[in-house]
């Protein structure tokens, strides 16, 4: 009886550290910051409910389907190696995107390989939604780099290439 009442009493002991082991560990993972990395970083979250405001009209020239931005302008031949943004619509033909706030509902990074082993294009892609404007449909940023030294686009960087014309109001 003896025994048997010293081996429970260590497998007690072994249980016991094993549970406050989990605990310490369950405790400090609690601990850890809920902080959102800030828009300059590729984990930056886009919640749903993210509002990307455009403040001023944008023209789609006539036989295309997108309007490009880079460095804060409106362009038509863009710097393929430099952040660039393209509004896109549903149809061709000259039209105006006017100044309107559209929903954010989804955002996505992808890549994908234009020119192996040496070029990938790095995407940001915004689906965004306004009862205003049906018609418009997404908003694209992106740049080519090679795959070991490109890296995801930031909103940050999407910011710098749209400059004043759209704003962003992001959902907690």
């Keep these: 009886m003896n025994g048997l009442k010293l081996v429970s009493l260590f497998l007690m002991r072994i249980l016991m550290r094993h549970v406050v082991v989990f605990i310490g ?64 619509v549903r149809n061709p033909g000259q039209q105006t995107i006017n100044p309107d706030s559209f929903l ?27 009862a205003q404007q049906p018609g418009v449909e997404k908003l694209v940023c992106s740049y080519q780099d090679g795959p070991m030294t490109g890296k995801p686009v930031t909103v940050k960087q999407v910011r710098k290439a749209l400059g004043e014309y759209v704003t962003f109001e992001f959902a907690p």
């Design 104 to 130: 954010i509902t989804n955002a996505s990074n992808q890549q994908e390989w234009i020119s192996r082993p040496d070029t990938m294009i790095f995407y940001k892609v915004f689906r965004i939604t306004s």
């Design 25 to 88: 560990f369950a405790l400090l993972a609690g601990c850890q910051s809920m902080h959102t990395p800030g828009e300059s970083s590729v984990w930056f979250r886009i919640n749903p409910g993210s509002k990307l405001m455009l403040e001023r009209a944008l023209e789609i020239p006539s036989g295309q389907v997108h309007v490009l931005l880079q460095k804060g302008a409106v362009t038509g031949a863009v710097d393929q190696d430099t952040i660039h943004c393209s509004f896109v």
